[in-house]
């Protein structure tokens, strides 16, 4: 079956740095769009970034943009998110997603923590 698991996550000073790494199971990796999402206790999920099967085209929300990335490696079934310049205000639990078939797939989620 499907699996998205996440990893990465932790306690990390403001302007710190984290990589996060979502590794995939049960589908055809290399055929789907991967994404990141993140939420905060009374928020709802928001998503962060986004990347196209082959990698060529990415997203990410304004408030990240020139601090986060997103890659993947189809070989590895892999796909991170390296944050950079982390700010307080980036905690929050974050997850992995991908729809396959037409069914949503969601990890357990990695804590991220921004905090001096």
């Known amino acids: 079956q499907v699996q998205l698991v996440e990893s990465g996550g932790g306690l990390v000073q403001p302007g710190g740095s984290l990589r996060l790494s979502c590794a995939a199971s049960?589908?055809?990796?290399?055929?789907?769009?991967m994404s990141w999402y993140r939420q905060v206790p009374g928020k709802l999920r928001e998503l962060v970034a986004r990347?196209?099967?082959?990698?060529?085209?990415?997203y990410a929300k304004d408030s990240v943009k020139g601090r986060f990335t997103i890659s993947r490696d189809n070989a590895k079934n892999t796909v991170y998110l390296q944050m950079n310049s982390l700010k307080p205000e980036d905690t929050a639990v974050y997850y992995c997603?991908?729809?396959?078939?037409?069914?949503?797939?969601w990890g357990q989620g990695t804590q991220v923590t921004v905090s001096s």
């Open positions: 997603f991908s729809g396959v078939l037409g069914r949503n797939y």
């Open positions: 990347i196209t099967s082959t990698g060529d085209s990415t």
């Open positions: 049960g589908f055809t990796f290399s055929s789907y769009t």
